[in-house]
């Protein structure tokens, strides 16, 4: 699933993005509330964003309820080091759909995270095609069907498991990169990936066969 955390406190954003990252989960960071914005706005896909009340530039309740305003239903795990009864209501009134507050135990953040994803109404981008490659956005994952499982060409194509880092030596970090593969796969040509599979770093090309 991918998951943006907005968060001010590199550390404890850091400690997030690595505990979801090992839980399979796709990680973006933003550091303050415009900064949230702009992402979403470029690029909604989201599965779920945690996102913390006391940000610079734009507070968490500020972005949360610009989200709702805009149509924006992408569950909201709110963070905060305030306890007040009137603040939790307040971001709960405004359309969040959890709360949870610091310090915390990091297993009670995955089980609200996995709790909101059960629920979904996030949205999700669609997996694109072109011939035989499929690409889908939202959890990095490349299908090329024409390749049976288990041959010697299998080999040398994208796993589960793996993720994908950079397309054509473009970094994987909204959806265009991922368009401007499938319209070189839709001419015949290799897609270069970057991928990280386990604890090693490899280029793999993919080239359609249709």
């Given at each position: 699933?991918r ?5 001010d ?10 505990g979801?990252?090992e ?30 009340v ?5 507070d ?10 805009r ?5 909201v ?7 007040a009864?009137?603040?939790k209501?307040?971001g709960?009134?405004?359309g ?20 909101l ?14 011939a035989?490659?499929s690409?889908?956005p939202?959890?990095?994952?490349v ?11 299998d ?7 793996d993720?994908i880092?950079?397309?054509n030596?473009?970094?994987v970090?909204?959806?265009?990169a991922?368009t401007?593969a ?7 040509k ?10 090693n ?10």
């Amino acid at each position: 699933m991918r998951i943006l955390v907005v968060e001010d406190e590199r550390k404890v954003a850091s400690f997030i993005r690595q505990g979801l990252h090992e839980e399979g989960h796709t990680v973006e960071l933003a550091g303050d509330g415009a900064a949230a914005l702009e992402l979403i706005e470029a690029d909604p896909a989201y599965d779920l964003i945690v996102l913390d009340v006391m940000l610079p530039r734009r507070d968490g309740l500020d972005v949360l309820k610009t989200l709702r305003v805009r149509g924006v239903t992408t569950p909201v795990l709110m963070l905060t080091a305030r306890d007040a009864v009137t603040d939790k209501v307040a971001g709960l009134d405004l359309g969040a759909d959890d709360y949870l507050t610091k310090p915390f135990a990091f297993e009670e953040l995955l089980a609200r995270v996995r709790a909101l994803l059960r629920r979904g109404g996030g949205q999700r981008a669609p997996v694109l095609r072109v011939a035989d490659l499929s690409l889908d956005p939202a959890t990095r994952g490349v299908v090329v069907s024409s390749v049976a499982p288990g041959s010697a060409a299998d080999e040398a194509q994208i796993r589960r498991g793996d993720v994908i880092l950079e397309v054509n030596r473009t970094p994987v970090k909204d959806t265009g990169a991922y368009t401007k593969a499938l319209r070189a796969a839709g001419k015949g040509k290799s897609v270069l990936f970057l991928v990280r599979r386990g604890d090693n770093t490899i280029f793999l090309a993919v080239k359609p066969t249709s």
